[in-house]
């Protein structure tokens, strides 16, 4: 009994030691939050600054600036700023810009991992609907699918331009259009396209696959 009792005496030290050294772990955190926060509003100012008086110059003295002005750009890319009004709809004023560089790179190397997941999802359903179909509710499944995916991927894609990433408008554009046409073949009526629906979808599944092959390399050289 008395061993025990020293026992769970030493338990409760041990526990009142890890709690205090959680405790002021987590103070230290909170103050670094809060001159993160400090430092990254007195940098958002100084590069507007920058960018006022760059904006200013001759166009010789441009030249002579340009890499300084490529560095502020990169410096820009890791600070918070206001979001583009398709995140302000979804998210709010949200601050979605990732601080460090490997948060960046393993953020787009989740988004190409979402992409394959969808293209072996999108694959299986067309190939289900081309061998068996064609069946209207196989059909609808696929087109609610992509309707679920282009949602997400706009999102995430609007999420990649804040942090850094050049993503064309063009390639955003698509995708908001996207999700309006599969949108619209959900509602539709019986059709009398559902095979050549799918034979597109299997081929747009392989152009895709390639394209994350692609990608996935270019960031395993990014690391």
Not at 72 to 88: C, G, H, Q, V, Y
Not at 98 to 127: N, T
């Amino acid at each position: 009994w008395y061993q025990r009792r020293v026992r769970v005496a030493q338990e409760d030290k041990s526990l009142d030691e890890l709690y205090d050294e959680t405790l002021e772990s987590y103070r230290e955190f909170r103050q670094h939050v809060d001159e993160y926060m400090t430092h990254a509003t007195r940098c958002k100012d100084l590069i507007k600054r920058f960018d006022e008086s760059f904006a200013a110059l001759s166009e010789d003295e441009k030249l002579l600036q340009e890499e300084k002005r490529t560095q502020t750009r990169e410096m820009a890319s890791f600070l918070p700023k206001d979001n583009s009004l398709i995140l302000k709809l979804f998210v709010g004023d949200f601050n979605v810009v990732l601080p460090r560089k490997g948060d960046k790179i393993k953020y787009k190397r989740q988004y190409e991992i979402f992409k394959l997941w969808y293209v072996l999802g999108q694959l299986a359903f067309s190939v289900i609907n081309m061998l068996f179909g064609p069946y209207r509710i196989i059909e609808g499944l696929l087109q609610f699918y992509l309707v679920w995916f282009y949602c997400n991927l706009t999102m995430k894609e609007s999420i990649l331009v804040m942090n850094g990433s050049k993503i064309r408008t063009w390639w955003l554009v698509q995708h908001y259009l996207d999700v309006i046409l599969y949108g619209f073949l959900l509602i539709r009526p019986d059709g009398e396209f559902s095979q050549q629906f799918s034979l597109y979808i299997f081929y747009m599944s392989g152009c895709q696959l390639l394209q994350f092959y692609y990608q996935d390399g270019s960031l395993y050289r990014l690391r």
